[in-house]
């Protein structure tokens, strides 16, 4: 949702005046989606140091390539694809890229049905079954990039499935069926960890 | 419903592409199938599991993350410094690249050339036709391998 839905000065004029030589307008804008982007960057690189600087970087770039921003489009669609390609270069160019085999027997169809259906669902419970935190790391990580950003995009940051489709450059129904297949794969990391 | 169907309803529920009563009868097949719920129970703990993951490493970046128009700003202003500065090499550079061609080509302009540098010798002063007061003159560039015809004056008065 852009600010202009919740009754802040619109993304729209913020533009405009850094356009017109106001940085402290684009800050405005910074402060306004440095989280969700921080978010969507974490979730695709995987290490909050590099998300930091992907969010920096993408900032930087925005403000540089503002001029050619069209008004009347979303800031923030336009702004997270300039985040999700930073994020997968960023990915690409980091080792974790080459470190995380993906586990073909988490895939495995015949595992006995787990004790207990409950799953953390804050970032405290997590926190406290630091095994299945980094289960579920590793089935990420394990994703190929462009579901990686699906995934994210759509459960991190609740984006329409339309909205993934215009920051990704491609079709609703790939996005759909990467999503599809993100999220099957993860729930077989699940699966496989709570069943260990 | 039944084991081999469910897994593939339950994907789509998670798509939200899952009527509505087709979703009414998945939920009574989970209801009696312990092994459908826990395949259920994983995918829709995914989305959460996401959120509070990606929760959890914005709690241990929250520092750097609110200094991060500080951060913004500052690269801004390198980058903006980085800019000027090729910009200014853009501007001035044309000054020593015209002076470096220009002294190339003073050093090796007529090594390079392939045109001899004109001499009156290598051509002939030809005098065709003679009669009487009336000449016709050619001069002819000898050349290397035809005779080639510069200037030619017909029934010149001698």
């Not at chain 1, 609703?172 to 099957?184: D, E, I, N, P, Q």
């Not at chain 2, 501007?91 to 007529?110: D, E, N, S």
Request: glycine share 8%.
């Amino acid at each position: 949702m852009s600010e202009r839905e919740k009754g802040g000065v619109p993304d729209d004029a913020l533009i405009r005046t850094t356009l017109a030589g106001d940085d402290a307008a684009f800050g405005e804008l910074v402060e306004r989606y440095k989280g969700r982007a921080f978010a969507v960057a974490v979730g695709i690189v995987g290490d909050g140091d590099d998300a930091l600087d992907v969010v920096q970087d993408s900032f930087i770039k925005a403000y540089y390539k503002l001029k050619e921003f069209r008004f009347g489009s979303n800031f923030y669609t336009w702004f997270y694809r300039l985040l999700v390609n930073q994020s997968i270069d960023r990915w690409r160019k980091s080792a974790r890229s080459a470190e995380v085999p993906f586990d073909e027997s988490w895939l495995s169809e015949d595992a006995s049905p787990p004790d207990s259906f409950a799953y953390p669902r804050t970032p405290e419970d997590l926190a406290r079954d630091r095994e299945l935190g980094d289960a579920l790391q590793r089935a990420v990580d394990a994703l190929p990039e462009y579901h990686r950003a699906v995934i994210v995009l759509r459960e991190v940051d609740g984006m329409a499935y339309d909205e993934i489709a215009k920051v990704l450059g491609c079709s609703v129904g790939t996005v759909m069926s990467r999503l599809h297949y993100a999220r099957g794969k993860l729930k077989e990391s699940l699966k496989s960890q709570r069943e260990g | 419903m039944d084991c081999g169907t469910a897994p593939g309803k339950i994907l789509a529920k998670a798509d939200g592409l899952l009527p509505r009563e087709e979703a009414a009868e998945l939920a009574g097949h989970l209801a009696g199938c312990p092994a459908c719920a826990a395949e259920d129970a994983a995918l829709s703990a995914t989305g959460p599991l996401l959120r509070a993951l990606t929760g959890i490493r914005a709690m241990e970046k929250a520092p750097a993350l609110d200094a991060m128009w500080t951060r913004v700003r500052a690269g801004i202003g390198e980058s903006r410094e980085a800019r000027r500065r090729s910009s200014w090499i853009a501007r001035w550079v044309w000054i020593p690249a015209t002076v470096a061609v220009a002294i190339l080509a003073l050093l090796f302009y007529p090594a390079r050339t392939d045109r001899s540098p004109f001499h009156p010798s290598s051509f002939d002063v030809a005098v065709e036709d003679v009669e009487s007061d009336v000449a016709t003159v050619a001069l002819v560039d000898k050349g290397e391998d035809l005779p080639r015809v510069i200037w030619i004056i017909e029934d010149a008065k001698s």
